[in-house]
């Protein structure tokens, strides 16, 4: 963080319309950065698979979080339908996500909504963020914040940001930061209303923040406060009583669901590419061994795999376990002009290994894509294709 003197148009994030060339303070990375990271990171220690933002704006939280392979339900809700639909299509998934799929499904939704109404298909989530949302509420809807998110919507994890007042005057003519906000807390008013609300739904709640004060001023605290409240027991309550589970007063305006090996016609599509690719290693292999030992009779054919380092395999470096994993597998071998790799040889090689299949899966879902075994134990390749000849082999 630090001061610079320029002629801006924004105090803080983009908030503030026109301020006059005095020292502004610079936050490194950007204070709404600090703050996604934030969430960012607490979804890497705690793994939740049911997110939702409530007040998600343009959705730029969101489309870091989608990343998260641990994530299988990603919800916005924001009042502003026009910007969900202008932002919804960045959360579409890319052409290398279905190149490369997650191993678990995302479903992304955004809601056109208030967040102080009820609506029961966000109960049961892991975590809900509220970042630099409760200072945009007036009084009325403050009074029902707490009612719908924590008593309703009752998740395990609940985030909220809001600015911290006590920062303020460290900014050149500020009284408050957007022209939206209704108000801004103190460190004091705010712990004391959080704790207020823990108390009375049954969370904890502990208090932190991100963008540091300048040298001198660390007596007025973060830039952001943050309060994250967890749920006593650690898990989200579902409510049972059906009438309360049918409350849809949301309006879906974009839904995107991403391609994942939980789909069968993906597991397919990745599978097949895999063994393709490890059948051809090893062909190739096995054709450079041959041509070795044409050149050189008296050497042994010891092994299908010898032209390999130890510890690599596709580049990749093994450890001890997958080694083991592959030396007591059984073999690829030769009949005649056919090259037989087994199915269990495959799925001991780590990028086979890690797909949900085992050798039964593997053959039901490769026998109209790929040539097997009278058996089907194995993948049956040719031995020689014309591409493997060059000039020296004439």
């Known amino acids: 963080m630090e001061e610079k003197s320029v002629q801006c148009h924004s105090v803080l994030d983009g908030n503030f319309e026109e301020v006059c060339p005095e020292k502004v303070i610079k936050f490194k990375p950007p204070l709404y950065k600090q703050r996604y990271q934030f969430v960012r990171d607490l979804v890497d220690r705690h793994e939740p698979k049911k997110v939702a933002d409530l007040g998600c704006g343009d959705a730029e939280l969101l489309r870091l979080l989608k990343i998260h392979p641990c994530i299988q339900l990603l919800v916005g809700v924001d009042i502003d339908e026009e910007k969900l639909q202008l932002n919804g299509h960045y959360l579409s998934p890319y052409l290398g996500e279905f190149v490369k799929p997650r191993d678990l499904d995302l479903t992304v939704i955004l ?57 303020n005057p460290l900014f050149p003519i500020v009284t408050l930061r957007d022209a939206d906000h209704k108000f801004e807390w103190n460190r004091m008013e705010f712990q004391t209303w959080a704790l207020q609300v823990a108390n009375r739904y049954s969370y904890t709640v502990e208090f932190t923040g991100v963008g540091e004060p300048p040298a001198g001023a660390e007596h007025v605290g973060y830039c952001t406060q943050i309060g994250v409240f967890r749920k006593n027991g650690g898990k989200a309550t579902e409510l049972h009583v059906a009438e309360q589970r049918d409350q849809h007063v949301y309006r879906a305006v974009y839904t995107t669901s991403y391609p994942s090996l939980q789909q069968e016609r993906m597991l397919k599509f990745v599978l097949a590419g895999e063994v393709l690719v490890q059948v051809e290693h090893l062909r190739l292999g096995h054709l450079r061994m041959l041509k070795e030992q044409k050149r050189e009779p008296d050497t042994v054919l010891k092994d299908i795999e010898p032209h390999l380092a130890p510890s690599l395999v596709l580049g990749t470096a093994l450890t001890e376990a997958e080694k083991a994993r592959i030396e007591n597998s059984p073999k690829p071998f030769c009949e005649g002009d056919k090259f037989f790799v087994p199915l269990q040889r495959l799925l001991a090689y780590p990028r086979l290994h890690r797909l949900p299949v085992d050798e039964e899966k593997m053959r039901a879902l490769m026998a109209d894509s790929l040539c097997l075994s009278s058996d089907g134990s194995a993948v049956v390749v040719a031995l020689r294709s014309s591409l493997d000849y060059g000039p020296e082999d004439n």
């Open 111 to 167: 809601y056109h909504g208030s967040v102080v109404d009820r609506d029961s298909r966000l109960l049961g989530f892991d975590l809900i963020t509220c970042i630099e949302l409760i200072e945009h509420l007036d009084s009325d809807h403050l009074a029902r914040f707490p009612e719908v998110v924590f008593g309703y919507l009752s998740p395990a994890m609940i985030v909220i940001s809001t600015p911290n007042s006590e920062f």
